[in-house]
């Protein structure tokens, strides 16, 4: 069983930034895809950003090149940074690892962290 950790949530402005973070202490970890997913107040789970064990990365439409995914290896993290927040942002934001090589589906994800609220202000 992988655990995964998001942190650095929290309530900002429409137009600020954040950084979230993924943590594991699995090794298993720098051979695995990792997602990103946002499930927003009364909505389905949606795909908002993954980064591949190679470093190859791909982002939700929505994302609008606000959005970075990249991880540290050495220090088995991912992260996602957040720019020009809109509060159509708010929700939960979670962070899960895939065995394929690359992923921007939630059922091809195994192992999901509890999530890291995030809400935007307007």
């Known amino acids: 069983q992988v655990q995964l950790v998001e942190s650095g949530g929290g309530l900002v402005q429409a137009g600020g930034s954040l950084r979230l973070s993924c943590a594991t202490s699995?090794?298993?970890?720098?051979?695995?895809?990792v997602g990103w997913f946002r499930q927003g107040p009364g909505k389905e789970r949606e795909f908002v950003a993954t980064i591949t064990r190679t470093g190859s990365t791909g982002y939700a439409d929505s994302a609008e090149g606000r959005l970075t995914v990249s991880r540290d290896f050495a220090k088995n993290m991912a992260y996602l940074q957040m720019t020009s927040l809109k509060p159509e942002g708010t929700g939960v934001y979670y962070c899960a690892t895939s065995r394929y090589a690359y992923a921007d589906d939630s059922r091809q994800y195994e192992y999901w962290g509890q999530g890291t609220q995030v809400t935007v202000s307007s």
């Open positions: 699995e090794r298993s970890f720098a051979s695995a895809a």
